[in-house]
C-alpha cells in the first residue's frame, strides 16, 4: 500500500521514529521473497470453479478452485461462484507478493470453505455467534453464512440484487492462507493483518496499495460510527493482551456497533508495523521469522512492540492520523482509572 518506493507519499513518517527505537538490524532478504512493497495487484484471468458433487439428498454440493474445496448445501449461482472463486484465488497470490513470510496455506488436500444456511447451522458447526464468517483452525476450514454472504437478503428499499460481503470473504481467505502460524501468532496481529488485506481489496481480486492512508481511513470510518468527532478504540495494550479465547468472547457478547473496535485496532497496529519505516517492517519480518521457528510468541510481540513503549505508540497513532481525516480516542484499559 506504499508507492514505488516502499515509502509513505508524505516526506517525513512521524510512526517511524518511534517504531525505529527497539528495532533490530537490517537482514538480507529470504531468496525469493519480493523485496518492495506493490503497488497494486490484478488476476492475470478469472479464477475457475468446477461442480465437483451433485448435491441433495442430504450431500452437499463441492466445488473446487485451484488451492480451495467449497461445499454447500445449497446450490450456487454461476455469478456467485465465478466472482467467489476470482476472489478467493487472489488471496494467496497477494500474500505472495508482500516482502513479509505471510503466506503458510494448509498442507495436503485443497483447503475446506465450509458453507451454512443460516446462523443456526453456522453456530452448531461451531462458528462465533452474530458473525457471518469465521476460521476453524481446528477443521483448517473457513466457515460462511450463505444468508449474510453468498445469498444476503435484499437491502430494505432497494431494486438492487443482494451484494455479497467480499471484505468478509477476503478476511476469512487471509486467515485459511496463514494456516501455518495462525495458532502461534498473537490474535491482534492475524486479526489485524486479515483486515488489512480486506481493506485494500477494491473488487474481484484487484488489490490497491499505492493510496494507504486513504484506503486504511475509509475502511474504518465505513465499519463504525463517529463518537462526536471522532472514533472511539480500545487501546493498544489491551488489544495486545487479548488473546483467541478473550477475543473470541469479548466479539461475541459485544453489541453489535462496538464489536468491530477491537479490529480498527488492530488494523492500526498492523498498517504501523507495515509502514512504519524499513527498519520496522525487517523486524516484522524478523518476527514473523522467529514465530516459524516456534519462538515463544510473547517474547516476540515484546520485542517488537516493548511494553514500554505502547502508550508512546498510542500516542503516535493518534498524532499521526488526525491530519489524515481519522480523529481517534483510545478508551483506557478497563482497570485503569
Not at 193 to 219: C, D, L, M, P, W
Not at 304 to 333: C, H, V
Amino acid at each position: 500500500m506504499t508507492p514505488p518506493s516502499s515509502k509513505p507519499r508524505f516526506p517525513v513518517n512521524p510512526l517511524a521514529i518511534i517504531l525505529c527505537l527497539c528495532a533490530p538490524l537490517l537482514h538480507a532478504q529470504e531468496p525469493g521473497t519480493p523485496s518492495k512493497w506493490p503497488t497494486s495487484f490484478k488476476p492475470r484471468r478469472p479464477a475457475t470453479i468446477r461442480l465437483i458433487q451433485q448435491g441433495g439428498n442430504g450431500q452437499n454440493f463441492s466445488y473446487h478452485t485451484q488451492h480451495f474445496e467449497l461445499r454447500s448445501p445449497t446450490a450456487l449461482s454461476q455469478h456467485n461462484i465465478s466472482h467467489f472463486a476470482t476472489t478467493a484465488e487472489s488471496v494467496p497470490s497477494v500474500l505472495a507478493r508482500l516482502p513479509l513470510p505471510l503466506l503458510g496455506m494448509p498442507q495436503g488436500e485443497r483447503s475446506k470453505v465450509l458453507i451454512y444456511p443460516d446462523e443456526a447451522s453456522f453456530v452448531q458447526a461451531g462458528g462465533a455467534s452474530g458473525a457471518a464468517g469465521y476460521y476453524s483452525g481446528r477443521q483448517q476450514a473457513i466457515m460462511l453464512r450463505a444468508d449474510t454472504f453468498l445469498i444476503p437478503p435484499p437491502r430494505a428499499g432497494s431494486k438492487l440484487p443482494p451484494k455479497a460481503d467480499y471484505d468478509l470473504l477476503v478476511h476469512e481467505f487471509t486467515h485459511l492462507c496463514m494456516h501455518r502460524d495462525l495458532a502461534y501468532l498473537p490474535v491482534w496481529f492475524t486479526e489485524g493483518t486479515a483486515e488489512y488485506i480486506a481493506a485494500t481489496h477494491a473488487n474481484k481480486g484487484v488489490y490497491q496499495f499505492s493510496n494507504i492512508n486513504s484506503i486504511i481511513r475509509r475502511h474504518i470510518q465505513r465499519n463504525l460510527p463517529l463518537d462526536q468527532d471522532h472514533i472511539t478504540l480500545p487501546g493498544i495494550a489491551e488489544t495486545i493482551a487479548l488473546n483467541h479465547k478473550t477475543w473470541r468472547t469479548r466479539i461475541e457478547h459485544a453489541p453489535a456497533e462496538d464489536s468491530y473496535r477491537s479490529y480498527a485496532t488492530s488494523l492500526l497496529i498492523v498498517h504501523t508495523l507495515f509502514h512504519g519505516g524499513p527498519k520496522r517492517r525487517e523486524a516484522t519480518r524478523l518476527f514473523l521469522n522467529n514465530i516459524r521457528k516456534r519462538q515463544p510468541p510473547t517474547q516476540q510481540t515484546q520485542i517488537l512492540i516493548p511494553t514500554a513503549d505502547r502508550e508512546k505508540l498510542q500516542n503516535m497513532i493518534i498524532s499521526y492520523w488526525k491530519p489524515r481525516g481519522l480523529r481517534i480516542k483510545f478508551l483506557p484499559a478497563p482497570d485503569t482509572p
